[in-house]
Each structure stands twice: as structure tokens, then as C-alpha cells.
């Protein structure tokens, strides 16, 4: 049966390499559970798919274009034309722009903010020394006048001789 099957298949398909080929992809998938287009009779999955070629219930362009798929190791990529490189150059610079000034902006929020955290943090620093405490607003106006009225109170001695 298998070499009638054949003698019919060159019919279809010329070349004896590539109906062997075609036949065998054809075998691989009713193995991994295509759909059989003829009754199988007993016959094993290589000679239902060169029945299937003989009897034309299977498309041989089909079964190229799976064996090529199924063969190809690097799938080639279609490169982009120039003027297509133009313009992801350009979307490329203008995104590059967009993150420099947003990493500008970025930096100088921080610089303000880590500006306006130095006083607390050195006030913070003096009362864990104990060194100093921290001045209150207003406060500084109330030392001012303490401290002028003390040395006025040392003229005042000096000029009297008493302590």
C-alpha cells in the first residue's frame, strides 16, 4: 500500500526529498494530535500523511510553510528603513531631554528640602550635647535687652566702685 501511496505522491509533489520532508512533517503533527482528513485503516502516521498528499485532503503549500517554521532556529527580524531610524532618534532624544530636566528638577527639590532640614538637625544635635537649648522665636530679642541691661548695671558699678 505504502509504495502505490508514493508512485501517486510524486504525482503531487516532484521532488522525492521534499515529499519525504513533507511527509514527515505531516507524520510529526498527526502524532502530536492533528486532525486525520482520511480513515486510518491501521496504517501508521507516515503513510496516512502520504496518503493525505496523494489524495490532496492536506494543502502542500501548508505543510512548506509549517516545515519552515518548524526548522528555522533565528527568526529574522525586519530591520526598520531609515527615515523609521530618523524618527526613533528622535523620540529617543526628546525622552532622554525629558528625564535630564525631570532629574534637574529632582535635584534641586532635594538641595531646598535638605536646606530647610540643616537648622533642625543642628538644633537637634546641640540639645543632645546639652550644650545649648533652642531658640524660641522672639527669644532672641528678649537676650538682646537682658544682655543690655547687665552691662549697663556694670557701668553702673564701675562708676560707684561697689560690687
Given amino acids: 500500500m505504502a509504495r502505490v501511496t508514493v508512485e501517486d505522491c510524486v504525482l503531487r509533489v516532484s521532488n522525492r526529498f521534499k515529499l519525504v520532508m513533507l511527509a514527515s512533517q ?5 502524532s502530536s494530535g492533528a486532525a486525520i482528513t482520511i480513515d486510518r485503516d491501521k496504517d501508521k502516521n507516515p503513510v496516512i500523511a502520504l496518503r493525505e498528499i496523494a489524495e490532496e485532503t492536506v494543502s502542500v503549500d501548508e505543510l512548506e510553510n509549517a516545515l519552515i517554521k518548524d526548522q528555522q532556529k533565528h527568526v529574522e527580524i525586519d530591520e526598520p528603513e531609515v527615515d523609521e531610524l530618523d524618527f526613533i532618534a528622535i523620540q529617543q532624544q526628546m525622552t532622554e531631554g525629558d528625564e535630564a530636566s525631570a532629574d ?3 535635584g534641586k527639590a532635594m538641595l531646598a528640602v535638605e536646606d530647610e532640614a540643616l537648622p533642625a538637625v543642628e538644633d537637634e ?3 543632645a550635647s546639652g550644650d545649648a537649648a533652642p531658640i524660641e522665636e522672639g ?6 535687652d537682658a ?10 558699678e564701675d562708676e560707684t ?3
Fill in 125 to 127: 544635635a546641640l540639645l
Fill in 26 to 30: 505531516r507524520a510529526r503533527a498527526v
Fill in 104 to 106: 534637574e528638577e529632582f
Fill in 161 to 163: 566702685g561697689t560690687a
Fill in 147 to 156: 544682655a543690655a541691661g547687665v552691662a549697663s548695671d556694670v557701668e553702673a
Fill in 139 to 144: 527669644a532672641e530679642d528678649a537676650d538682646k
